[in-house]
């Protein structure tokens, strides 16, 4: 066990969980691990065990088809997972921001739609953030969105994008600089909006495009990928 599974006082539903994906983790994780990093190969085998397991809805409320454990139960999850191959728990923690950001910050229709298929990881998410020109420095994101009567119109080039060709729930950060007053903190001329799309690469609906994946030195296996929007349509009704 990883030394954070070592935290004193775990309840008894606690110790299970994470004793069954230890036991996941050592039968089937770290057998594939080294084959799949080398290969670049996403880990399908791997994820649908995963989705068995309740991992993809482990955080996500009982009421949302989900597990409803803490953050400190994710913790130890995702740690264990990391020891096994930090690929797969890449997966899983990009797949995390989606959902918890839906639980924080979407409305209950939002909640209703997407976080059950969340909770199965038959709906995986994405976060894009970064872009070519800036890194993680998010207030300097030039991808925009143009509010035009009851939709909004997106444009603009993400990078970095973790789970990009196998998610197909994308939570995406943008500049609204329309939506707020114009002396307000940059901060607060962002939105994030919430993109559909199938698994695959290419031009995956209309104005979005996931092109192939980055090669990369390490944390192989998950795809990362780019994200173009170009005259993207998306409704009110995606907006987080």
Known sequence: MTRLAQTEDLTELQSDILAAVHDYVEKEIIPNANALEHADEYPTEIVEGLKELGVFGLVIPEEYGGL????????????????????????????????????????????????????????????????????????????????????????????????????????????TDGEADEDASVYRKMSTFLIEKPEGFGEVRPGLTIPGKIDKMGYKGVDTTELIMENLELQEADLL
């Open 68 to 175: 409803g454990e803490s953050l400190t139960t994710y913790a130890l999850v995702v740690e264990e997972i990391a020891r096994g191959w930090m690929s797969v728990s890449g997966v899983i923690n990009t797949h995390f921001i989606v959902a918890y950001m839906l639980m924080q910050h979407g409305t209950e229709e939002q909640k209703q739609k997407y976080l059950p298929g969340m909770a199965t990881g038959e709906v995986r998410g994405a976060f894009s953030m970064s872009e070519p020109g800036c890194g993680s420095d998010v207030a300097a994101i030039t991808s925009k969105a143009v509010k035009d009567g009851d939709h909004y119109i997106l444009n603009g080039q993400k990078m970095w994008l973790t789970n990009g060709g196998s998610s197909t729930l994308v939570a995406v950060l943008v500049r």
